[in-house]
């Protein structure tokens, strides 16, 4: 019986078999494969929690300058505070209505686990921690429904309404709308992808990384330059094992 590689050992047979593959039977690059796609992922995971983080601020702070401005389905006057219990406005609550309330249960959850010592321990959640809560693809869902399918009516009309100022550098009307969304939807099955181990053998790196920084473009100008500073994907897309020999420099 032949031997086990340390390799095939950790990853499991099913999951060497796959780099296996794309090196085309050779034990040796398929290990190397595997190390340097967990060195790519842990990139993009960075990488992708700028963009993340970016757009949900830039997002949070549009939503709640206009939630001020909208009334409830029974006529109250709402605040900035459109996580709060009944406090979106109806066309939000439409687009991410379900959401919102799975996320204030969430924060209500992590807000009781917090230790004595916590600084905040014993306190309730507060906006901001409702909105950590919510998953980036509820901030895609803003934009346009999971998978690769048109804005919705609502999302049309909450775009034009407010998101767009989140965007300024985009594209007006409909086309800024598409762009935004079929964008961050691409990064959120990315990220996916990168959260659940998956390999990374078909992303186009750098047609990814264009991508994002359009985004963060759109959100401030600045951003790109700030978030490349300590980026490491160009590098790593130029070191693929299947591009470079063993032991080359």
């Not at 998101?163 to 959120?188: D, I, K, M, N, Y």
């Not at 750098?206 to 100008?221: M, W």
Request: hydrophobic residues 40%; proline residues 6%; contains cysteine.
């Amino acid at each position: 019986m032949a031997a086990i590689s340390p390799f095939t050992r950790m990853v499991g047979e099913a999951r060497a078999q796959v780099y296996l593959t794309a090196a085309v039977h050779d034990l040796d690059l398929a290990a190397r494969l595997y190390l340097w796609g967990v060195d790519l992922a842990g990139a993009w995971h960075s990488h992708l929690s700028h963009v993340e983080v970016a757009a949900r601020n830039a997002m949070d702070r549009e939503l709640r300058v206009w939630n001020v401005s909208q009334t409830a389905a029974d006529g109250r006057a709402l605040s900035a505070d459109w996580t709060r219990d009944q406090g979106a406005a109806p066309l939000l609550y439409t687009v991410i209505g379900r959401k919102i309330i799975q996320a204030r249960r969430d924060a209500r959850r992590t807000a009781d686990a917090r230790p004595p010592e916590h600084p905040r321990h014993g306190a309730a959640p507060q906006h901001d921690d409702v909105v950590a809560q919510l998953m980036f693809g509820t901030w895609t869902q803003l934009l346009r429904s999971p998978g690769w399918t048109a804005p919705t009516a609502a999302q049309r009309e909450l775009w034009e309404a407010c998101l767009h100022r989140a965007f300024p550098g985009a594209p007006s009307g409909l086309q800024g709308l598409t762009e935004v969304g079929a964008g961050l939807e691409t990064l959120r099955v990315l990220r996916n992808r990168v959260a659940h181990h998956e390999n990374l053998f078909s992303v186009d790196t750098p047609a990814r990384l264009r991508g994002s920084l359009t985004l963060l473009g759109y959100i401030d100008s600045g951003l790109p330059t700030y978030v490349m500073g300590r980026n490491r994907l160009r590098r790593l897309h130029r070191e693929d094992p299947r591009r470079r020999p063993a032991g080359d420099s």
